[in-house]
Structures are given as C-alpha cells and as structure tokens.
C-alpha cells in the first residue's frame, strides 16, 4: 500500500530524494516515518513528520544532511538526502504511523503500513 522509488546507488557526497506514495488509502492522517537497514544490522528509524508536516525529527547521524517533507495533496512523503556517506547505505523503507504525531525515537509498533523498501547504495 506504500510504494517507494528513488533509490540507487550514488558517490559519497552526492545526493538522493526518495519519494512513497499510497494508491488505496490518504495519508493526511498520518504521521510518516522513513527507516533503513542495512546488511547485517537491525533496522533503524532515520526520519518522522507529524501529519500537517509541521514536526520532524530525525536520528543524530543524519541531521544536517536529510530532510523529510510530505505532499498531502499528492499523498506522497519525501526524503531528501544530501552528502550522502557509505554507511547510509542500506534499504529505506517509509512507513505510516497510527498518530498525527511522531516520535524520535521512531518506535516501529507505531507504525502500521509498510513500504517494501529502496535500496539506496553509496560508493565510489
């Protein structure tokens, strides 16, 4: 029900924007939230935004570098991700949270709907 593209494989420094969208449900409701695993960790919470879009967090090592947006009238959340590092690499996954608000520590019982995830690779 959340389908995400975007992802590829790009040198460190340079920059991806992922984008998800749902087809059979509005998101306007939902707290959204961005999550990535890479080979051999568990997955982790990267990015939230509140329903409205007027609340985010993000985790430590990406501050700075990504922004979370969302488009309610195209039913679609966006993550901007710049100076991208080899250990970003992993498979990005957005979710949507049953609240209107999100919290940092992205806490994945919250969320109920899942994308199938991008991978996103940085290499030179």
């Known amino acids: 029900q959340l389908v995400e593209s975007g992802g590829g494989l790009v040198q460190p420094g340079g920059s991806l924007t992922l984008s998800c969208a749902a087809s059979?449900?509005?998101?306007?409701?939902?707290?959204l939230g961005w999550f990535r695993q890479a080979p051999g960790k568990e997955r982790e919470g990267v990015s939230c935004?509140?329903?409205?879009?007027?609340?985010?967090n993000y985790r430590d090592s990406v501050k700075g570098r990504f922004t979370i947006s969302r488009d309610n009238a195209k039913n679609t959340v966006y993550l901007q991700m710049d100076n991208l590092k080899p250990e970003d690499t992993a498979v990005y996954y957005c979710a949507a949270a049953g609240y209107i608000y999100c919290s940092g520590d992205f806490p994945e019982y919250e969320y109920n709907y899942w994308g199938q995830g991008t991978q996103v690779t940085v290499s030179s």
């Open positions: 935004i509140s329903s409205t879009g007027g609340s985010t």
């Open positions: 059979k449900f509005r998101l306007d409701n939902y707290a």
